[in-house]
T-cell receptor, first 109, second 112 residues
């Protein structure tokens, strides 16, 4: 079967750095996405990785290792507005997105 | 309209009633999707459409039907609602590139 694993919840302090891990086992691989979802709102696109390595986009970076079935989302200089759930999703061989359950990121002042 | 519009925003529905959730996009995306999101679970695909005139079943299609008469609209129908269909429903669209999916704001449905 297909599976995406992420931690359920993480806590960090404002201004800190946090790394949210995602491991996956899917039928084929055609890219990995990270989405941010604030409570009561729709998911919004953060990043896309299809090749191994680090993609940096401002305070957010995403890393991919296809051989390990592993990705992480790095959030730097945490702000209170970063309190949200972060969803990892893999596009499989049928070009369908398989979603993790999401990681709720709590940020304390 | 900018992006994807879903209606209604929320609804309380009596069990056994029929209900259609509406979804309209103005981005001319070929692919559209319906997901449900339940606490503690990832987004689960109900039905999808890769292009106007075609539809396919996702992970949890039972009790739901869709149609795709044109590029912009992708309604989801619950023929006879049951309490287990209480959920938040998201419509999404994609142009297939690296930008992933664009989501509507969701419909919160409660079946009682």
């Amino acid at each position: 079967g297909q599976n995406i694993d992420q931690p359920t919840e993480m806590t960090a302090t404002e201004g800190a750095i946090v790394q949210i891990n995602c491991t996956y086992q899917t039928s084929g691989f055609n890219g990995l996405f990270w989405y941010q979802q604030h409570a009561g709102e729709a998911p919004t696109f953060l990043s896309y990785n299809v090749l191994d390595g680090l993609e940096e986009k401002g305070r957010f970076s995403s890393f991919l290792s296809r051989s390990k079935g592993y990705s992480y989302l790095l959030l730097k200089e945490l702000q209170m507005k970063d309190s949200a759930s972060y969803l990892c999703a893999v596009r499989d061989s049928n070009y369908q997105l398989i979603w993790g359950a999401g990681t709720k990121q709590i940020i304390k002042p | 309209i900018a992006g994807i519009t879903q209606a209604p925003t929320s609804q309380i529905l009596a069990a056994g009633r029929r209900m259609t959730l509406r979804c309209t996009q103005d981005m001319r995306h070929n692919a559209m999707y319906w997901y449900r999101q339940d606490l503690g679970l990832g987004l689960r695909l109900i039905h999808y459409s890769n292009t106007a005139g075609t539809t396919g079943k996702g992970e949890v299609p039972d009790g739901y039907s869709v149609s795709r008469a044109n590029t912009d609209d992708f309604p989801l129908t619950l023929a006879s609602a049951v309490p287990s269909q209480t959920s938040v429903y998201f419509c999404a669209s994609s142009d297939g590139d690296s930008n992933g999916y664009t989501f509507g704001s969701g419909t919160r449905l409660t079946v009682v």
